[in-house]
C-alpha cells in the first residue's frame, strides 16, 4: 500500500476551498489544503495527478520522472492562470531505508553539489545529489508550464508571465526535495533565479546542517511552513546531534489534532534520545510509531479539518 492508501482519492474533496491565494508572502489555510491535495495527488499516476491538478484550475502538466535517483519517486508541474505548483512524491516506508542511511545522511557543501551557488553551508548529500541529478528534469517541467522571461521579452508577455507565482509542496522525501528546490532556485547563482511565494511540507526530514538552515531561513523563514502529524518519526530525522538543523515554521497537530505553533508536545517528543537510523527502526518496527502518523492521507485530513484554526495562528 502506498503512503496514502489504496483508498484514497485524487479529486479535490468537496469541503477544499475553491479559493488560491497566488500573491500571498504569508501562511494562507486555503493555500495549505490545495497544497496539500497536490502533494497527495504526486502519489497518484500520470493520469490521476493530471485530473487532480485539473480540478484545482491547473490545466496545464508535466510529469517528472525520478525513479534514476529514488525508486518510485515522481513529482509534477502544474500550471494555472494565477500560479504554477511542483509538486514531489515521497517513498512508501518501506522504501524508507533506500535513503535513511547514515551514509546517505552524510552532508555535502551545497556549492559542491550545485556548482557556482554561494558557500551557504552543508547540506544531506543524498537528497542534494538526487536534486542536482534531477534538476534538468526538473527546470525542463517547468519551463514549458513557466518559461522563464528574458530581457529580450516582449514586455506585455513578460508582465503575463511574471504574474504567475510559484509554489513547492511534497511529502517525506517529496519534503525535501521542494525545500531543496526553493533553495536551488535562490542560492544557485548560475542558474536562472525564480521567485518562490511559498513552500507547504508535510512530514519532511530535515535537509541541513546549522549554518545551511540559516541562510535558507534568512530567505525563506517567513514562507516556508512544515506540517508535522503527532508523533511522525520522519521530521526528527537527521539528527540533530549530527548538526543538523530545522527549517521554516513548523505547525504541529497534536494528539487532539490541534494545530500548535509553539508544540510543549512535540518538544516532550523531541526529548527522547535518537543516536543512529538503527534507532530509529527500531522504534518503528517494535512499537510502530510514527508509521501511520506519516500517512499523506492524515495529513490532508487534518489540513482540510483545520482550516480556521490554522489562519488563526497566522493572525
Given at each position: ?71 518510485d519517486v515522481y513529482g509534477f508541474v502544474a500550471g494555472g492562470p494565477d500560479y504554477v505548483v511542483i509538486a514531489f512524491r515521497g517513498t512508501d516506508p518501506k522504501d524508507w531505508k533506500n535513503w535513511m542511511t547514515d551514509l546517505q545522511a552524510t552532508a555535502a557543501r551545497f556549492d559542491w553539489l550545485f556548482q557556482g551557488a554561494a558557500e551557504v553551508g552543508e547540506v544531506h548529500a543524498g ?103 503527532k508523533k511522525d518519526l520522519v521530521p526528527r530525522v537527521p539528527f540533530r546531534g549530527w548538526d543538523y538543523a530545522d527549517i521554516g515554521q513548523m505547525i504541529h497537530f497534536d494528539s487532539n489534532n ?58
Amino acid at each position: 500500500m502506498s503512503p496514502i492508501g489504496k483508498k484514497a482519492r485524487f479529486w479535490p474533496n468537496w469541503r477544499v476551498p475553491s479559493a488560491f491565494f497566488p500573491q500571498a508572502l504569508t501562511f494562507e489555510a486555503a493555500n495549505a489544503v490545495i497544497l496539500a491535495g497536490l502533494a497527495k495527488a504526486a502519489y497518484g499516476e500520470f493520469d490521476q495527478a493530471k485530473a487532480a491538478a485539473a480540478g484545482y484550475g491547473l490545466t496545464a502538466f508535466e510529469w517528472i520522472d525520478l525513479t534514476q535517483q529514488f525508486e518510485d519517486v515522481y513529482g509534477f508541474v502544474a500550471g494555472g492562470p494565477d500560479y504554477v505548483v511542483i509538486a514531489f512524491r515521497g517513498t512508501d516506508p518501506k522504501d524508507w531505508k533506500n535513503w535513511m542511511t547514515d551514509l546517505q545522511a552524510t552532508a555535502a557543501r551545497f556549492d559542491w553539489l550545485f556548482q557556482g551557488a554561494a558557500e551557504v553551508g552543508e547540506v544531506h548529500a543524498g537528497f542534494g545529489h538526487a536534486l542536482f541529478d534531477a534538476w534538468a528534469k526538473i527546470e525542463s517541467a517547468l519551463d514549458k508550464v513557466m518559461p522563464k522571461v528574458s530581457a529580450e521579452s516582449d514586455p506585455g508577455q513578460a508582465a503575463n508571465t511574471t504574474q504567475r507565482t510559484l509554489w513547492l509542496t511534497g511529502h517525506s522525501l517529496g519534503a525535501a526535495l521542494a525545500v531543496l528546490t526553493g533553495a536551488a532556485f535562490s542560492m544557485w547563482t548560475d542558474q536562472v533565479k525564480r521567485q518562490v511565494n511559498g513552500i507547504y511540507t508535510f512530514g519532511q526530514p530535515r535537509i541541513g546542517l546549522y549554518r545551511f538552515c540559516g541562510n535558507y531561513d534568512h530567505l525563506f523563514h517567513e514562507r516556508t511552513f512544515r506540517f508535522v502529524n503527532k508523533k511522525d518519526l520522519v521530521p526528527r530525522v537527521p539528527f540533530r546531534g549530527w548538526d543538523y538543523a530545522d527549517i521554516g515554521q513548523m505547525i504541529h497537530f497534536d494528539s487532539n489534532n490541534e494545530p500548535q505553533l509553539q508544540s510543549a508536545e512535540w518538544n516532550n517528543f523531541l526529548s527522547r534520545n535518537l543516536q543512529s537510523f538503527s534507532d530509529f527502526f527500531d522504534i518503528i518496527t517494535r512499537f510502530g510509531t510514527g508509521v501511520n502518523d506519516h500517512d499523506m492521507a492524515t495529513y490532508e485530513q487534518l489540513v482540510q479539518n483545520n482550516v480556521a484554526k490554522l489562519d488563526a495562528l497566522f493572525p
